[in-house]
């Protein structure tokens, strides 16, 4: 009986399947990660993506970076020391480089909070600002993009000379992919700006790994373009959180040089639909609440045939992750429901993963693992296992022929091809 360890929070879960049932293990092949990320940072601000001047500071004497909060995990560790380095070998001083997270409509985080993102000496020598997309007196104007988004940005972020945007290039389950300007012209917008880019959301081009044709992500683009973003410095992480690739340059520059990659470090072939996907995020934090949880729905859903069922084992520390997203939920008593009314009251961030989740649970099975109580997982109009083989034996008590499984240990950051 084959033992399958999933990650799970902190830690892990384990399930034995019997010997009878096939397991495919579906994730991409083995990328191996950067010996010396350091180094290799290093040389990506060296030698930057698209046209920018090798002296791209210029006579700058302000910075503003804006990084990303504790709900998705990014090595600042690595990425920032050489970026400072480089922004102060060109005459900007510590004290004219600030940090801005970038919590998008995610509650902002708190100064206590700051160590588990940012490392001691960072926290001590540069100013760090927490964004607040609610707060209309720290937003600037910049107009609207061509689809009709109006864009509202952190007024003191645009106050910089220089404008940085830092975190993780990789897929993302319907802006197509994470990166470049995305930290930033997302993550310090105002809610109005973010909630009318999102709209497109139920486009069906806003999907996992498009780029050009995704109207949200170039959507995005304009934003970036309006906001004015030097360089994007950027990681392409593998599924298990090592750093294959490190780039910095033009945000679209980099996009077109990164993307490749991507697909080359995430991406899988499949050749066939499952009538059961067990798929866990990745572990913490991409399984910190269900908010970040259901990106992993998204893709296992993609291997899973109609009627099939999803096992998603997900810890959920904090919850659903989302008080607007569980006070819309109030009163709904079905998947077709939630998707009726989330036309008729148009998009709002936070229902918009109600609707997300919905669109997958009338076409296959949900069954949850996590740390959140019953009622909670009722209140999602999903149905919770105490335990991943509990979850499991009651597949197979709902498909006792069941002859093969696929496993998805890291659903997060995984893009299967389906044929």
């Given at each position: 009986?084959?033992t399958?360890?999933?990650?799970?929070?902190?830690?892990s879960?384990?399930?034995f399947?019997?010997?009878?049932?096939?397991?495919?293990?579906?994730e991409?092949?083995?990328t191996?990660?950067?010996?010396d990320?350091?180094?290799?940072?290093e040389?990506?601000?060296?030698?930057?993506?698209?046209?920018l001047d090798?002296?791209?500071?210029?006579?700058?004497?302000?910075?503003?970076?804006a990084?990303?909060?504790?709900?998705?995990?990014?090595a600042?560790?690595i990425?920032?020391?050489?970026?400072?380095?480089y922004?102060?070998r060109?005459?900007?001083?510590?004290?004219?480089?600030t940090f801005?997270i970038?919590n998008?409509?995610?509650?902002p985080?708190?100064?206590?909070?700051?160590?588990?993102?940012?490392p001691?000496n960072?926290?001590?020598?540069?100013?760090?600002?927490?964004?607040?997309?609610?707060?209309?007196?720290d937003?600037r104007?910049?107009g609207?993009?061509?689809?009709?988004?109006?864009?509202?940005?952190?007024?003191r972020f645009?106050a910089?000379?220089?404008?940085i945007?830092?975190g993780?290039?990789?897929?993302?389950h319907?802006?197509?992919?994470?990166g470049?300007?995305k930290?930033?012209a997302?993550g310090?917008?105002?809610?109005?700006?973010?909630?009318?880019n999102h709209?497109?959301?139920?486009?069906p081009m806003?999907?996992?790994?498009?780029?050009?044709e995704?109207?949200m992500?170039?959507?995005?683009e304009?934003i970036?373009?309006?906001?004015?973003?030097h360089?994007?410095?950027?990681?392409?992480?593998?599924?298990k959180?090592?750093i294959a690739?490190?780039l910095?340059?033009e945000?679209?520059?980099?996009?077109?040089?990164?993307?490749p990659?991507v697909r080359r470090?995430?991406q899988?072939?499949?050749?066939?639909?499952?009538d059961?996907?067990?798929a866990?995020p990745?572990?913490?934090?991409?399984?910190i609440?269900?908010?970040q949880?259901?990106?992993?729905?998204t893709?296992a859903?993609?291997?899973?045939?109609t009627?099939g069922?999803?096992?998603?084992?997900a810890a959920?520390?904090?919850?659903?992750g989302?008080?607007g997203y569980?006070q819309?939920?109030v009163?709904?008593?079905s998947?077709?429901?939630v998707?009726?009314?989330?036309?008729?009251?148009?998009?709002?961030?936070?229902?918009?993963?109600?609707f997300?989740?919905?669109?997958?649970a009338?076409r296959?099975?949900?069954l949850l693992?996590?740390?959140?109580?019953?009622?909670v997982?009722?209140?999602l109009?999903?149905?919770?296992?105490?335990?991943?083989q509990?979850?499991?034996q009651?597949a197979?008590?709902?498909n006792?022929?069941l002859?093969?499984i696929?496993?998805?240990p890291?659903g997060?950051?995984?893009?299967?091809?389906?044929p």
């Amino acid at each position: 009986m084959p033992t399958i360890s999933l990650p799970y929070g902190q830690s892990s879960l384990d399930l034995f399947v019997p010997d009878e049932i096939a397991v495919d293990v579906i994730e991409p092949s083995k990328t191996d990660p950067l010996m010396d990320p350091l180094h290799a940072a290093e040389i990506a601000l060296r030698n930057l993506s698209g046209s920018l001047d090798p002296d791209w500071t210029g006579n700058a004497r302000s910075a503003a970076i804006a990084i990303n909060d504790k709900t998705r995990p990014v090595a600042h560790d690595i990425l920032l020391p050489p970026l400072l380095d480089y922004l102060q070998r060109s005459g900007i001083r510590a004290e004219e480089i600030t940090f801005f997270i970038a919590n998008g409509t995610h509650i902002p985080m708190e100064p206590d909070e700051f160590p588990t993102i940012l490392p001691p000496n960072i926290l001590q020598t540069y100013p760090v600002i927490s964004h607040n997309s609610d707060d209309e007196q720290d937003l600037r104007y910049l107009g609207e993009t061509s689809r009709g988004t109006p864009i509202w940005v952190n007024r003191r972020f645009l106050a910089s000379d220089l404008r940085i945007s830092v975190g993780n290039l990789e897929p993302h389950h319907f802006m197509g992919y994470s990166g470049g300007v995305k930290t930033a012209a997302i993550g310090l917008a105002g809610r109005q700006t973010i909630n009318r880019n999102h709209a497109w959301l139920s486009h069906p081009m806003s999907k996992t790994a498009i780029y050009d044709e995704n109207p949200m992500r170039q959507d995005l683009e304009e934003i970036g373009d309006k906001i004015g973003i030097h360089i994007a410095l950027n990681a392409i992480p593998t599924p298990k959180k090592q750093i294959a690739y490190i780039l910095a340059g033009e945000p679209r520059a980099l996009m077109r040089e990164g993307i490749p990659l991507v697909r080359r470090v995430c991406q899988v072939q499949v050749g066939q639909l499952y009538d059961l996907v067990v798929a866990a995020p990745g572990g913490h934090p991409k399984d910190i609440n269900f908010y970040q949880a259901q990106k992993a729905l998204t893709h296992a859903a993609m291997l899973t045939k109609t009627g099939g069922t999803v096992i998603l084992a997900a810890a959920c520390p904090e919850g659903i992750g989302s008080a607007g997203y569980a006070q819309w939920m109030v009163g709904m008593s079905s998947h077709p429901q939630v998707i009726e009314r989330f036309h008729q009251d148009g998009f709002r961030v936070g229902p918009h993963k109600a609707f997300l989740v919905a669109r997958d649970a009338v076409r296959v099975h949900v069954l949850l693992v996590s740390g959140m109580t019953k009622p909670v997982v009722d209140s999602l109009l999903l149905a919770q296992a105490p335990s991943l083989q509990a979850a499991f034996q009651q597949a197979l008590d709902t498909n006792p022929i069941l002859d093969r499984i696929a496993i998805l240990p890291a659903g997060t950051t995984t893009v299967p091809l389906i044929p």
